[in-house]
């Protein structure tokens, strides 16, 4: 079974470092993006695949002990990777309002981690190997947590009433089906031109209601669009933001910067067809005026 790699310095209640210079974490539980300052060192010698690179436990205990100062402060647990290869990395919760994760500039700037050729050095070559994989892995996990956590963010601003706006047009929709449905009953016939306005009433509901969520639909489509190459879908995103249900909106689409397929351009073609059908069935019936 594999252990977890432990850090150097003991944990506090936050699964963080305790050191006088740490990261603290607020109440949500995000740590502060201070300097961090624990060490993770490999606990009974673990030898690994790093990369291309395969090292000893001595050369893992190296390689850490040049990261610590690189190392994120929302950085709380290194271990070996269940499938047993590599490194497994878990970070406090992201906010997605946090600086970008990037590779620190100071990790280029180390003389302990610039890059040595092989033929000037061979063991300070793949410990430096080694040290860049295990910070470019540590680094790219961090930015897909944290990218994902944006999109959840921007969604959470940005939702709003969406819900309510939804539940209108829904309840319009389903008047202005049943208003439609009852101009195919005999009890219609007797009185036609009250049941057609009542349609005509329900179908200027429903396109109102469509333009009112529409308000919020092209925000939020806008930031699908901006989060479109995130691990989460729409739907998985809008539920992380605490709306289930909005997997069932219709909120269009963003290309280019401009918003198509507005559900209020939906409702309009289908009253168009319903407006279309009752001329026709006034026409054949020598109904119409």
């Not at 050191?19 to 995000?30: K, L």
């Not at 910067?257 to 020598?286: C, I, M, N, P, T």
């Amino acid at each position: 079974m594999a252990s977890t790699i432990p850090l150097r310095t003991p944990l506090d209640e936050s699964e963080l470092p305790r050191t006088a210079s740490t990261a603290t974490v607020t109440p949500g539980g995000t740590a502060d993006r201070g300097q961090h300052t624990g060490t993770p060192v490999p606990d009974r010698g673990i030898g690994m695949s790093i990369g291309t690179v395969t090292i000893t436990p001595d050369e893992h205990r190296q390689i850490f002990e040049r990261l610590a100062p690189h190392l994120p402060p929302y950085l709380r647990k290194v271990e070996p990777h269940p499938c047993g290869w590599g490194l497994r990395f878990e970070f406090a919760p992201f906010t997605g309002r946090e600086k970008t994760p990037t590779v620190p500039r100071s990790r280029y700037d180390d003389p302990r981690l610039k890059y040595i050729p092989e033929s000037e050095n061979r063991v300070e070559h793949r410990l430096r190997e080694a040290a860049d994989h295990i910070l470019g892995e540590l680094y790219d996990q961090a930015y897909r947590e944290w990218k994902d956590a944006a999109y959840v963010a921007d969604l959470r601003e940005l939702v709003k009433d969406a819900p309510d706006r939804w539940k209108t047009y829904e309840r319009e929709a389903k008047a202005l089906e049943s208003a439609y449905a009852y101009l195919r009953t005999a009890q219609a016939a007797a009185e036609w031109l009250a049941a057609i306005s009542r349609l005509v009433d329900a179908q200027e509901r429903t396109v109102a209601a469509a333009e009112a969520f529409d308000q919020r639909a092209v925000d939020i489509a806008h930031v699908h669009s901006k989060h479109l190459y995130a691990d989460l879908s729409p739907g998985q995103a809008l539920m992380a933001a605490g709306y289930p249900e909005g997997a069932q909106w219709h909120v269009g689409n963003v290309f280019d910067g401009y918003f198509s397929d507005a559900l209020h351009s939906k409702v309009r073609r289908l009253v168009g067809e319903q407006d279309a059908h009752v001329a026709k069935v006034a026409r054949l019936s020598g109904t119409g005026g």
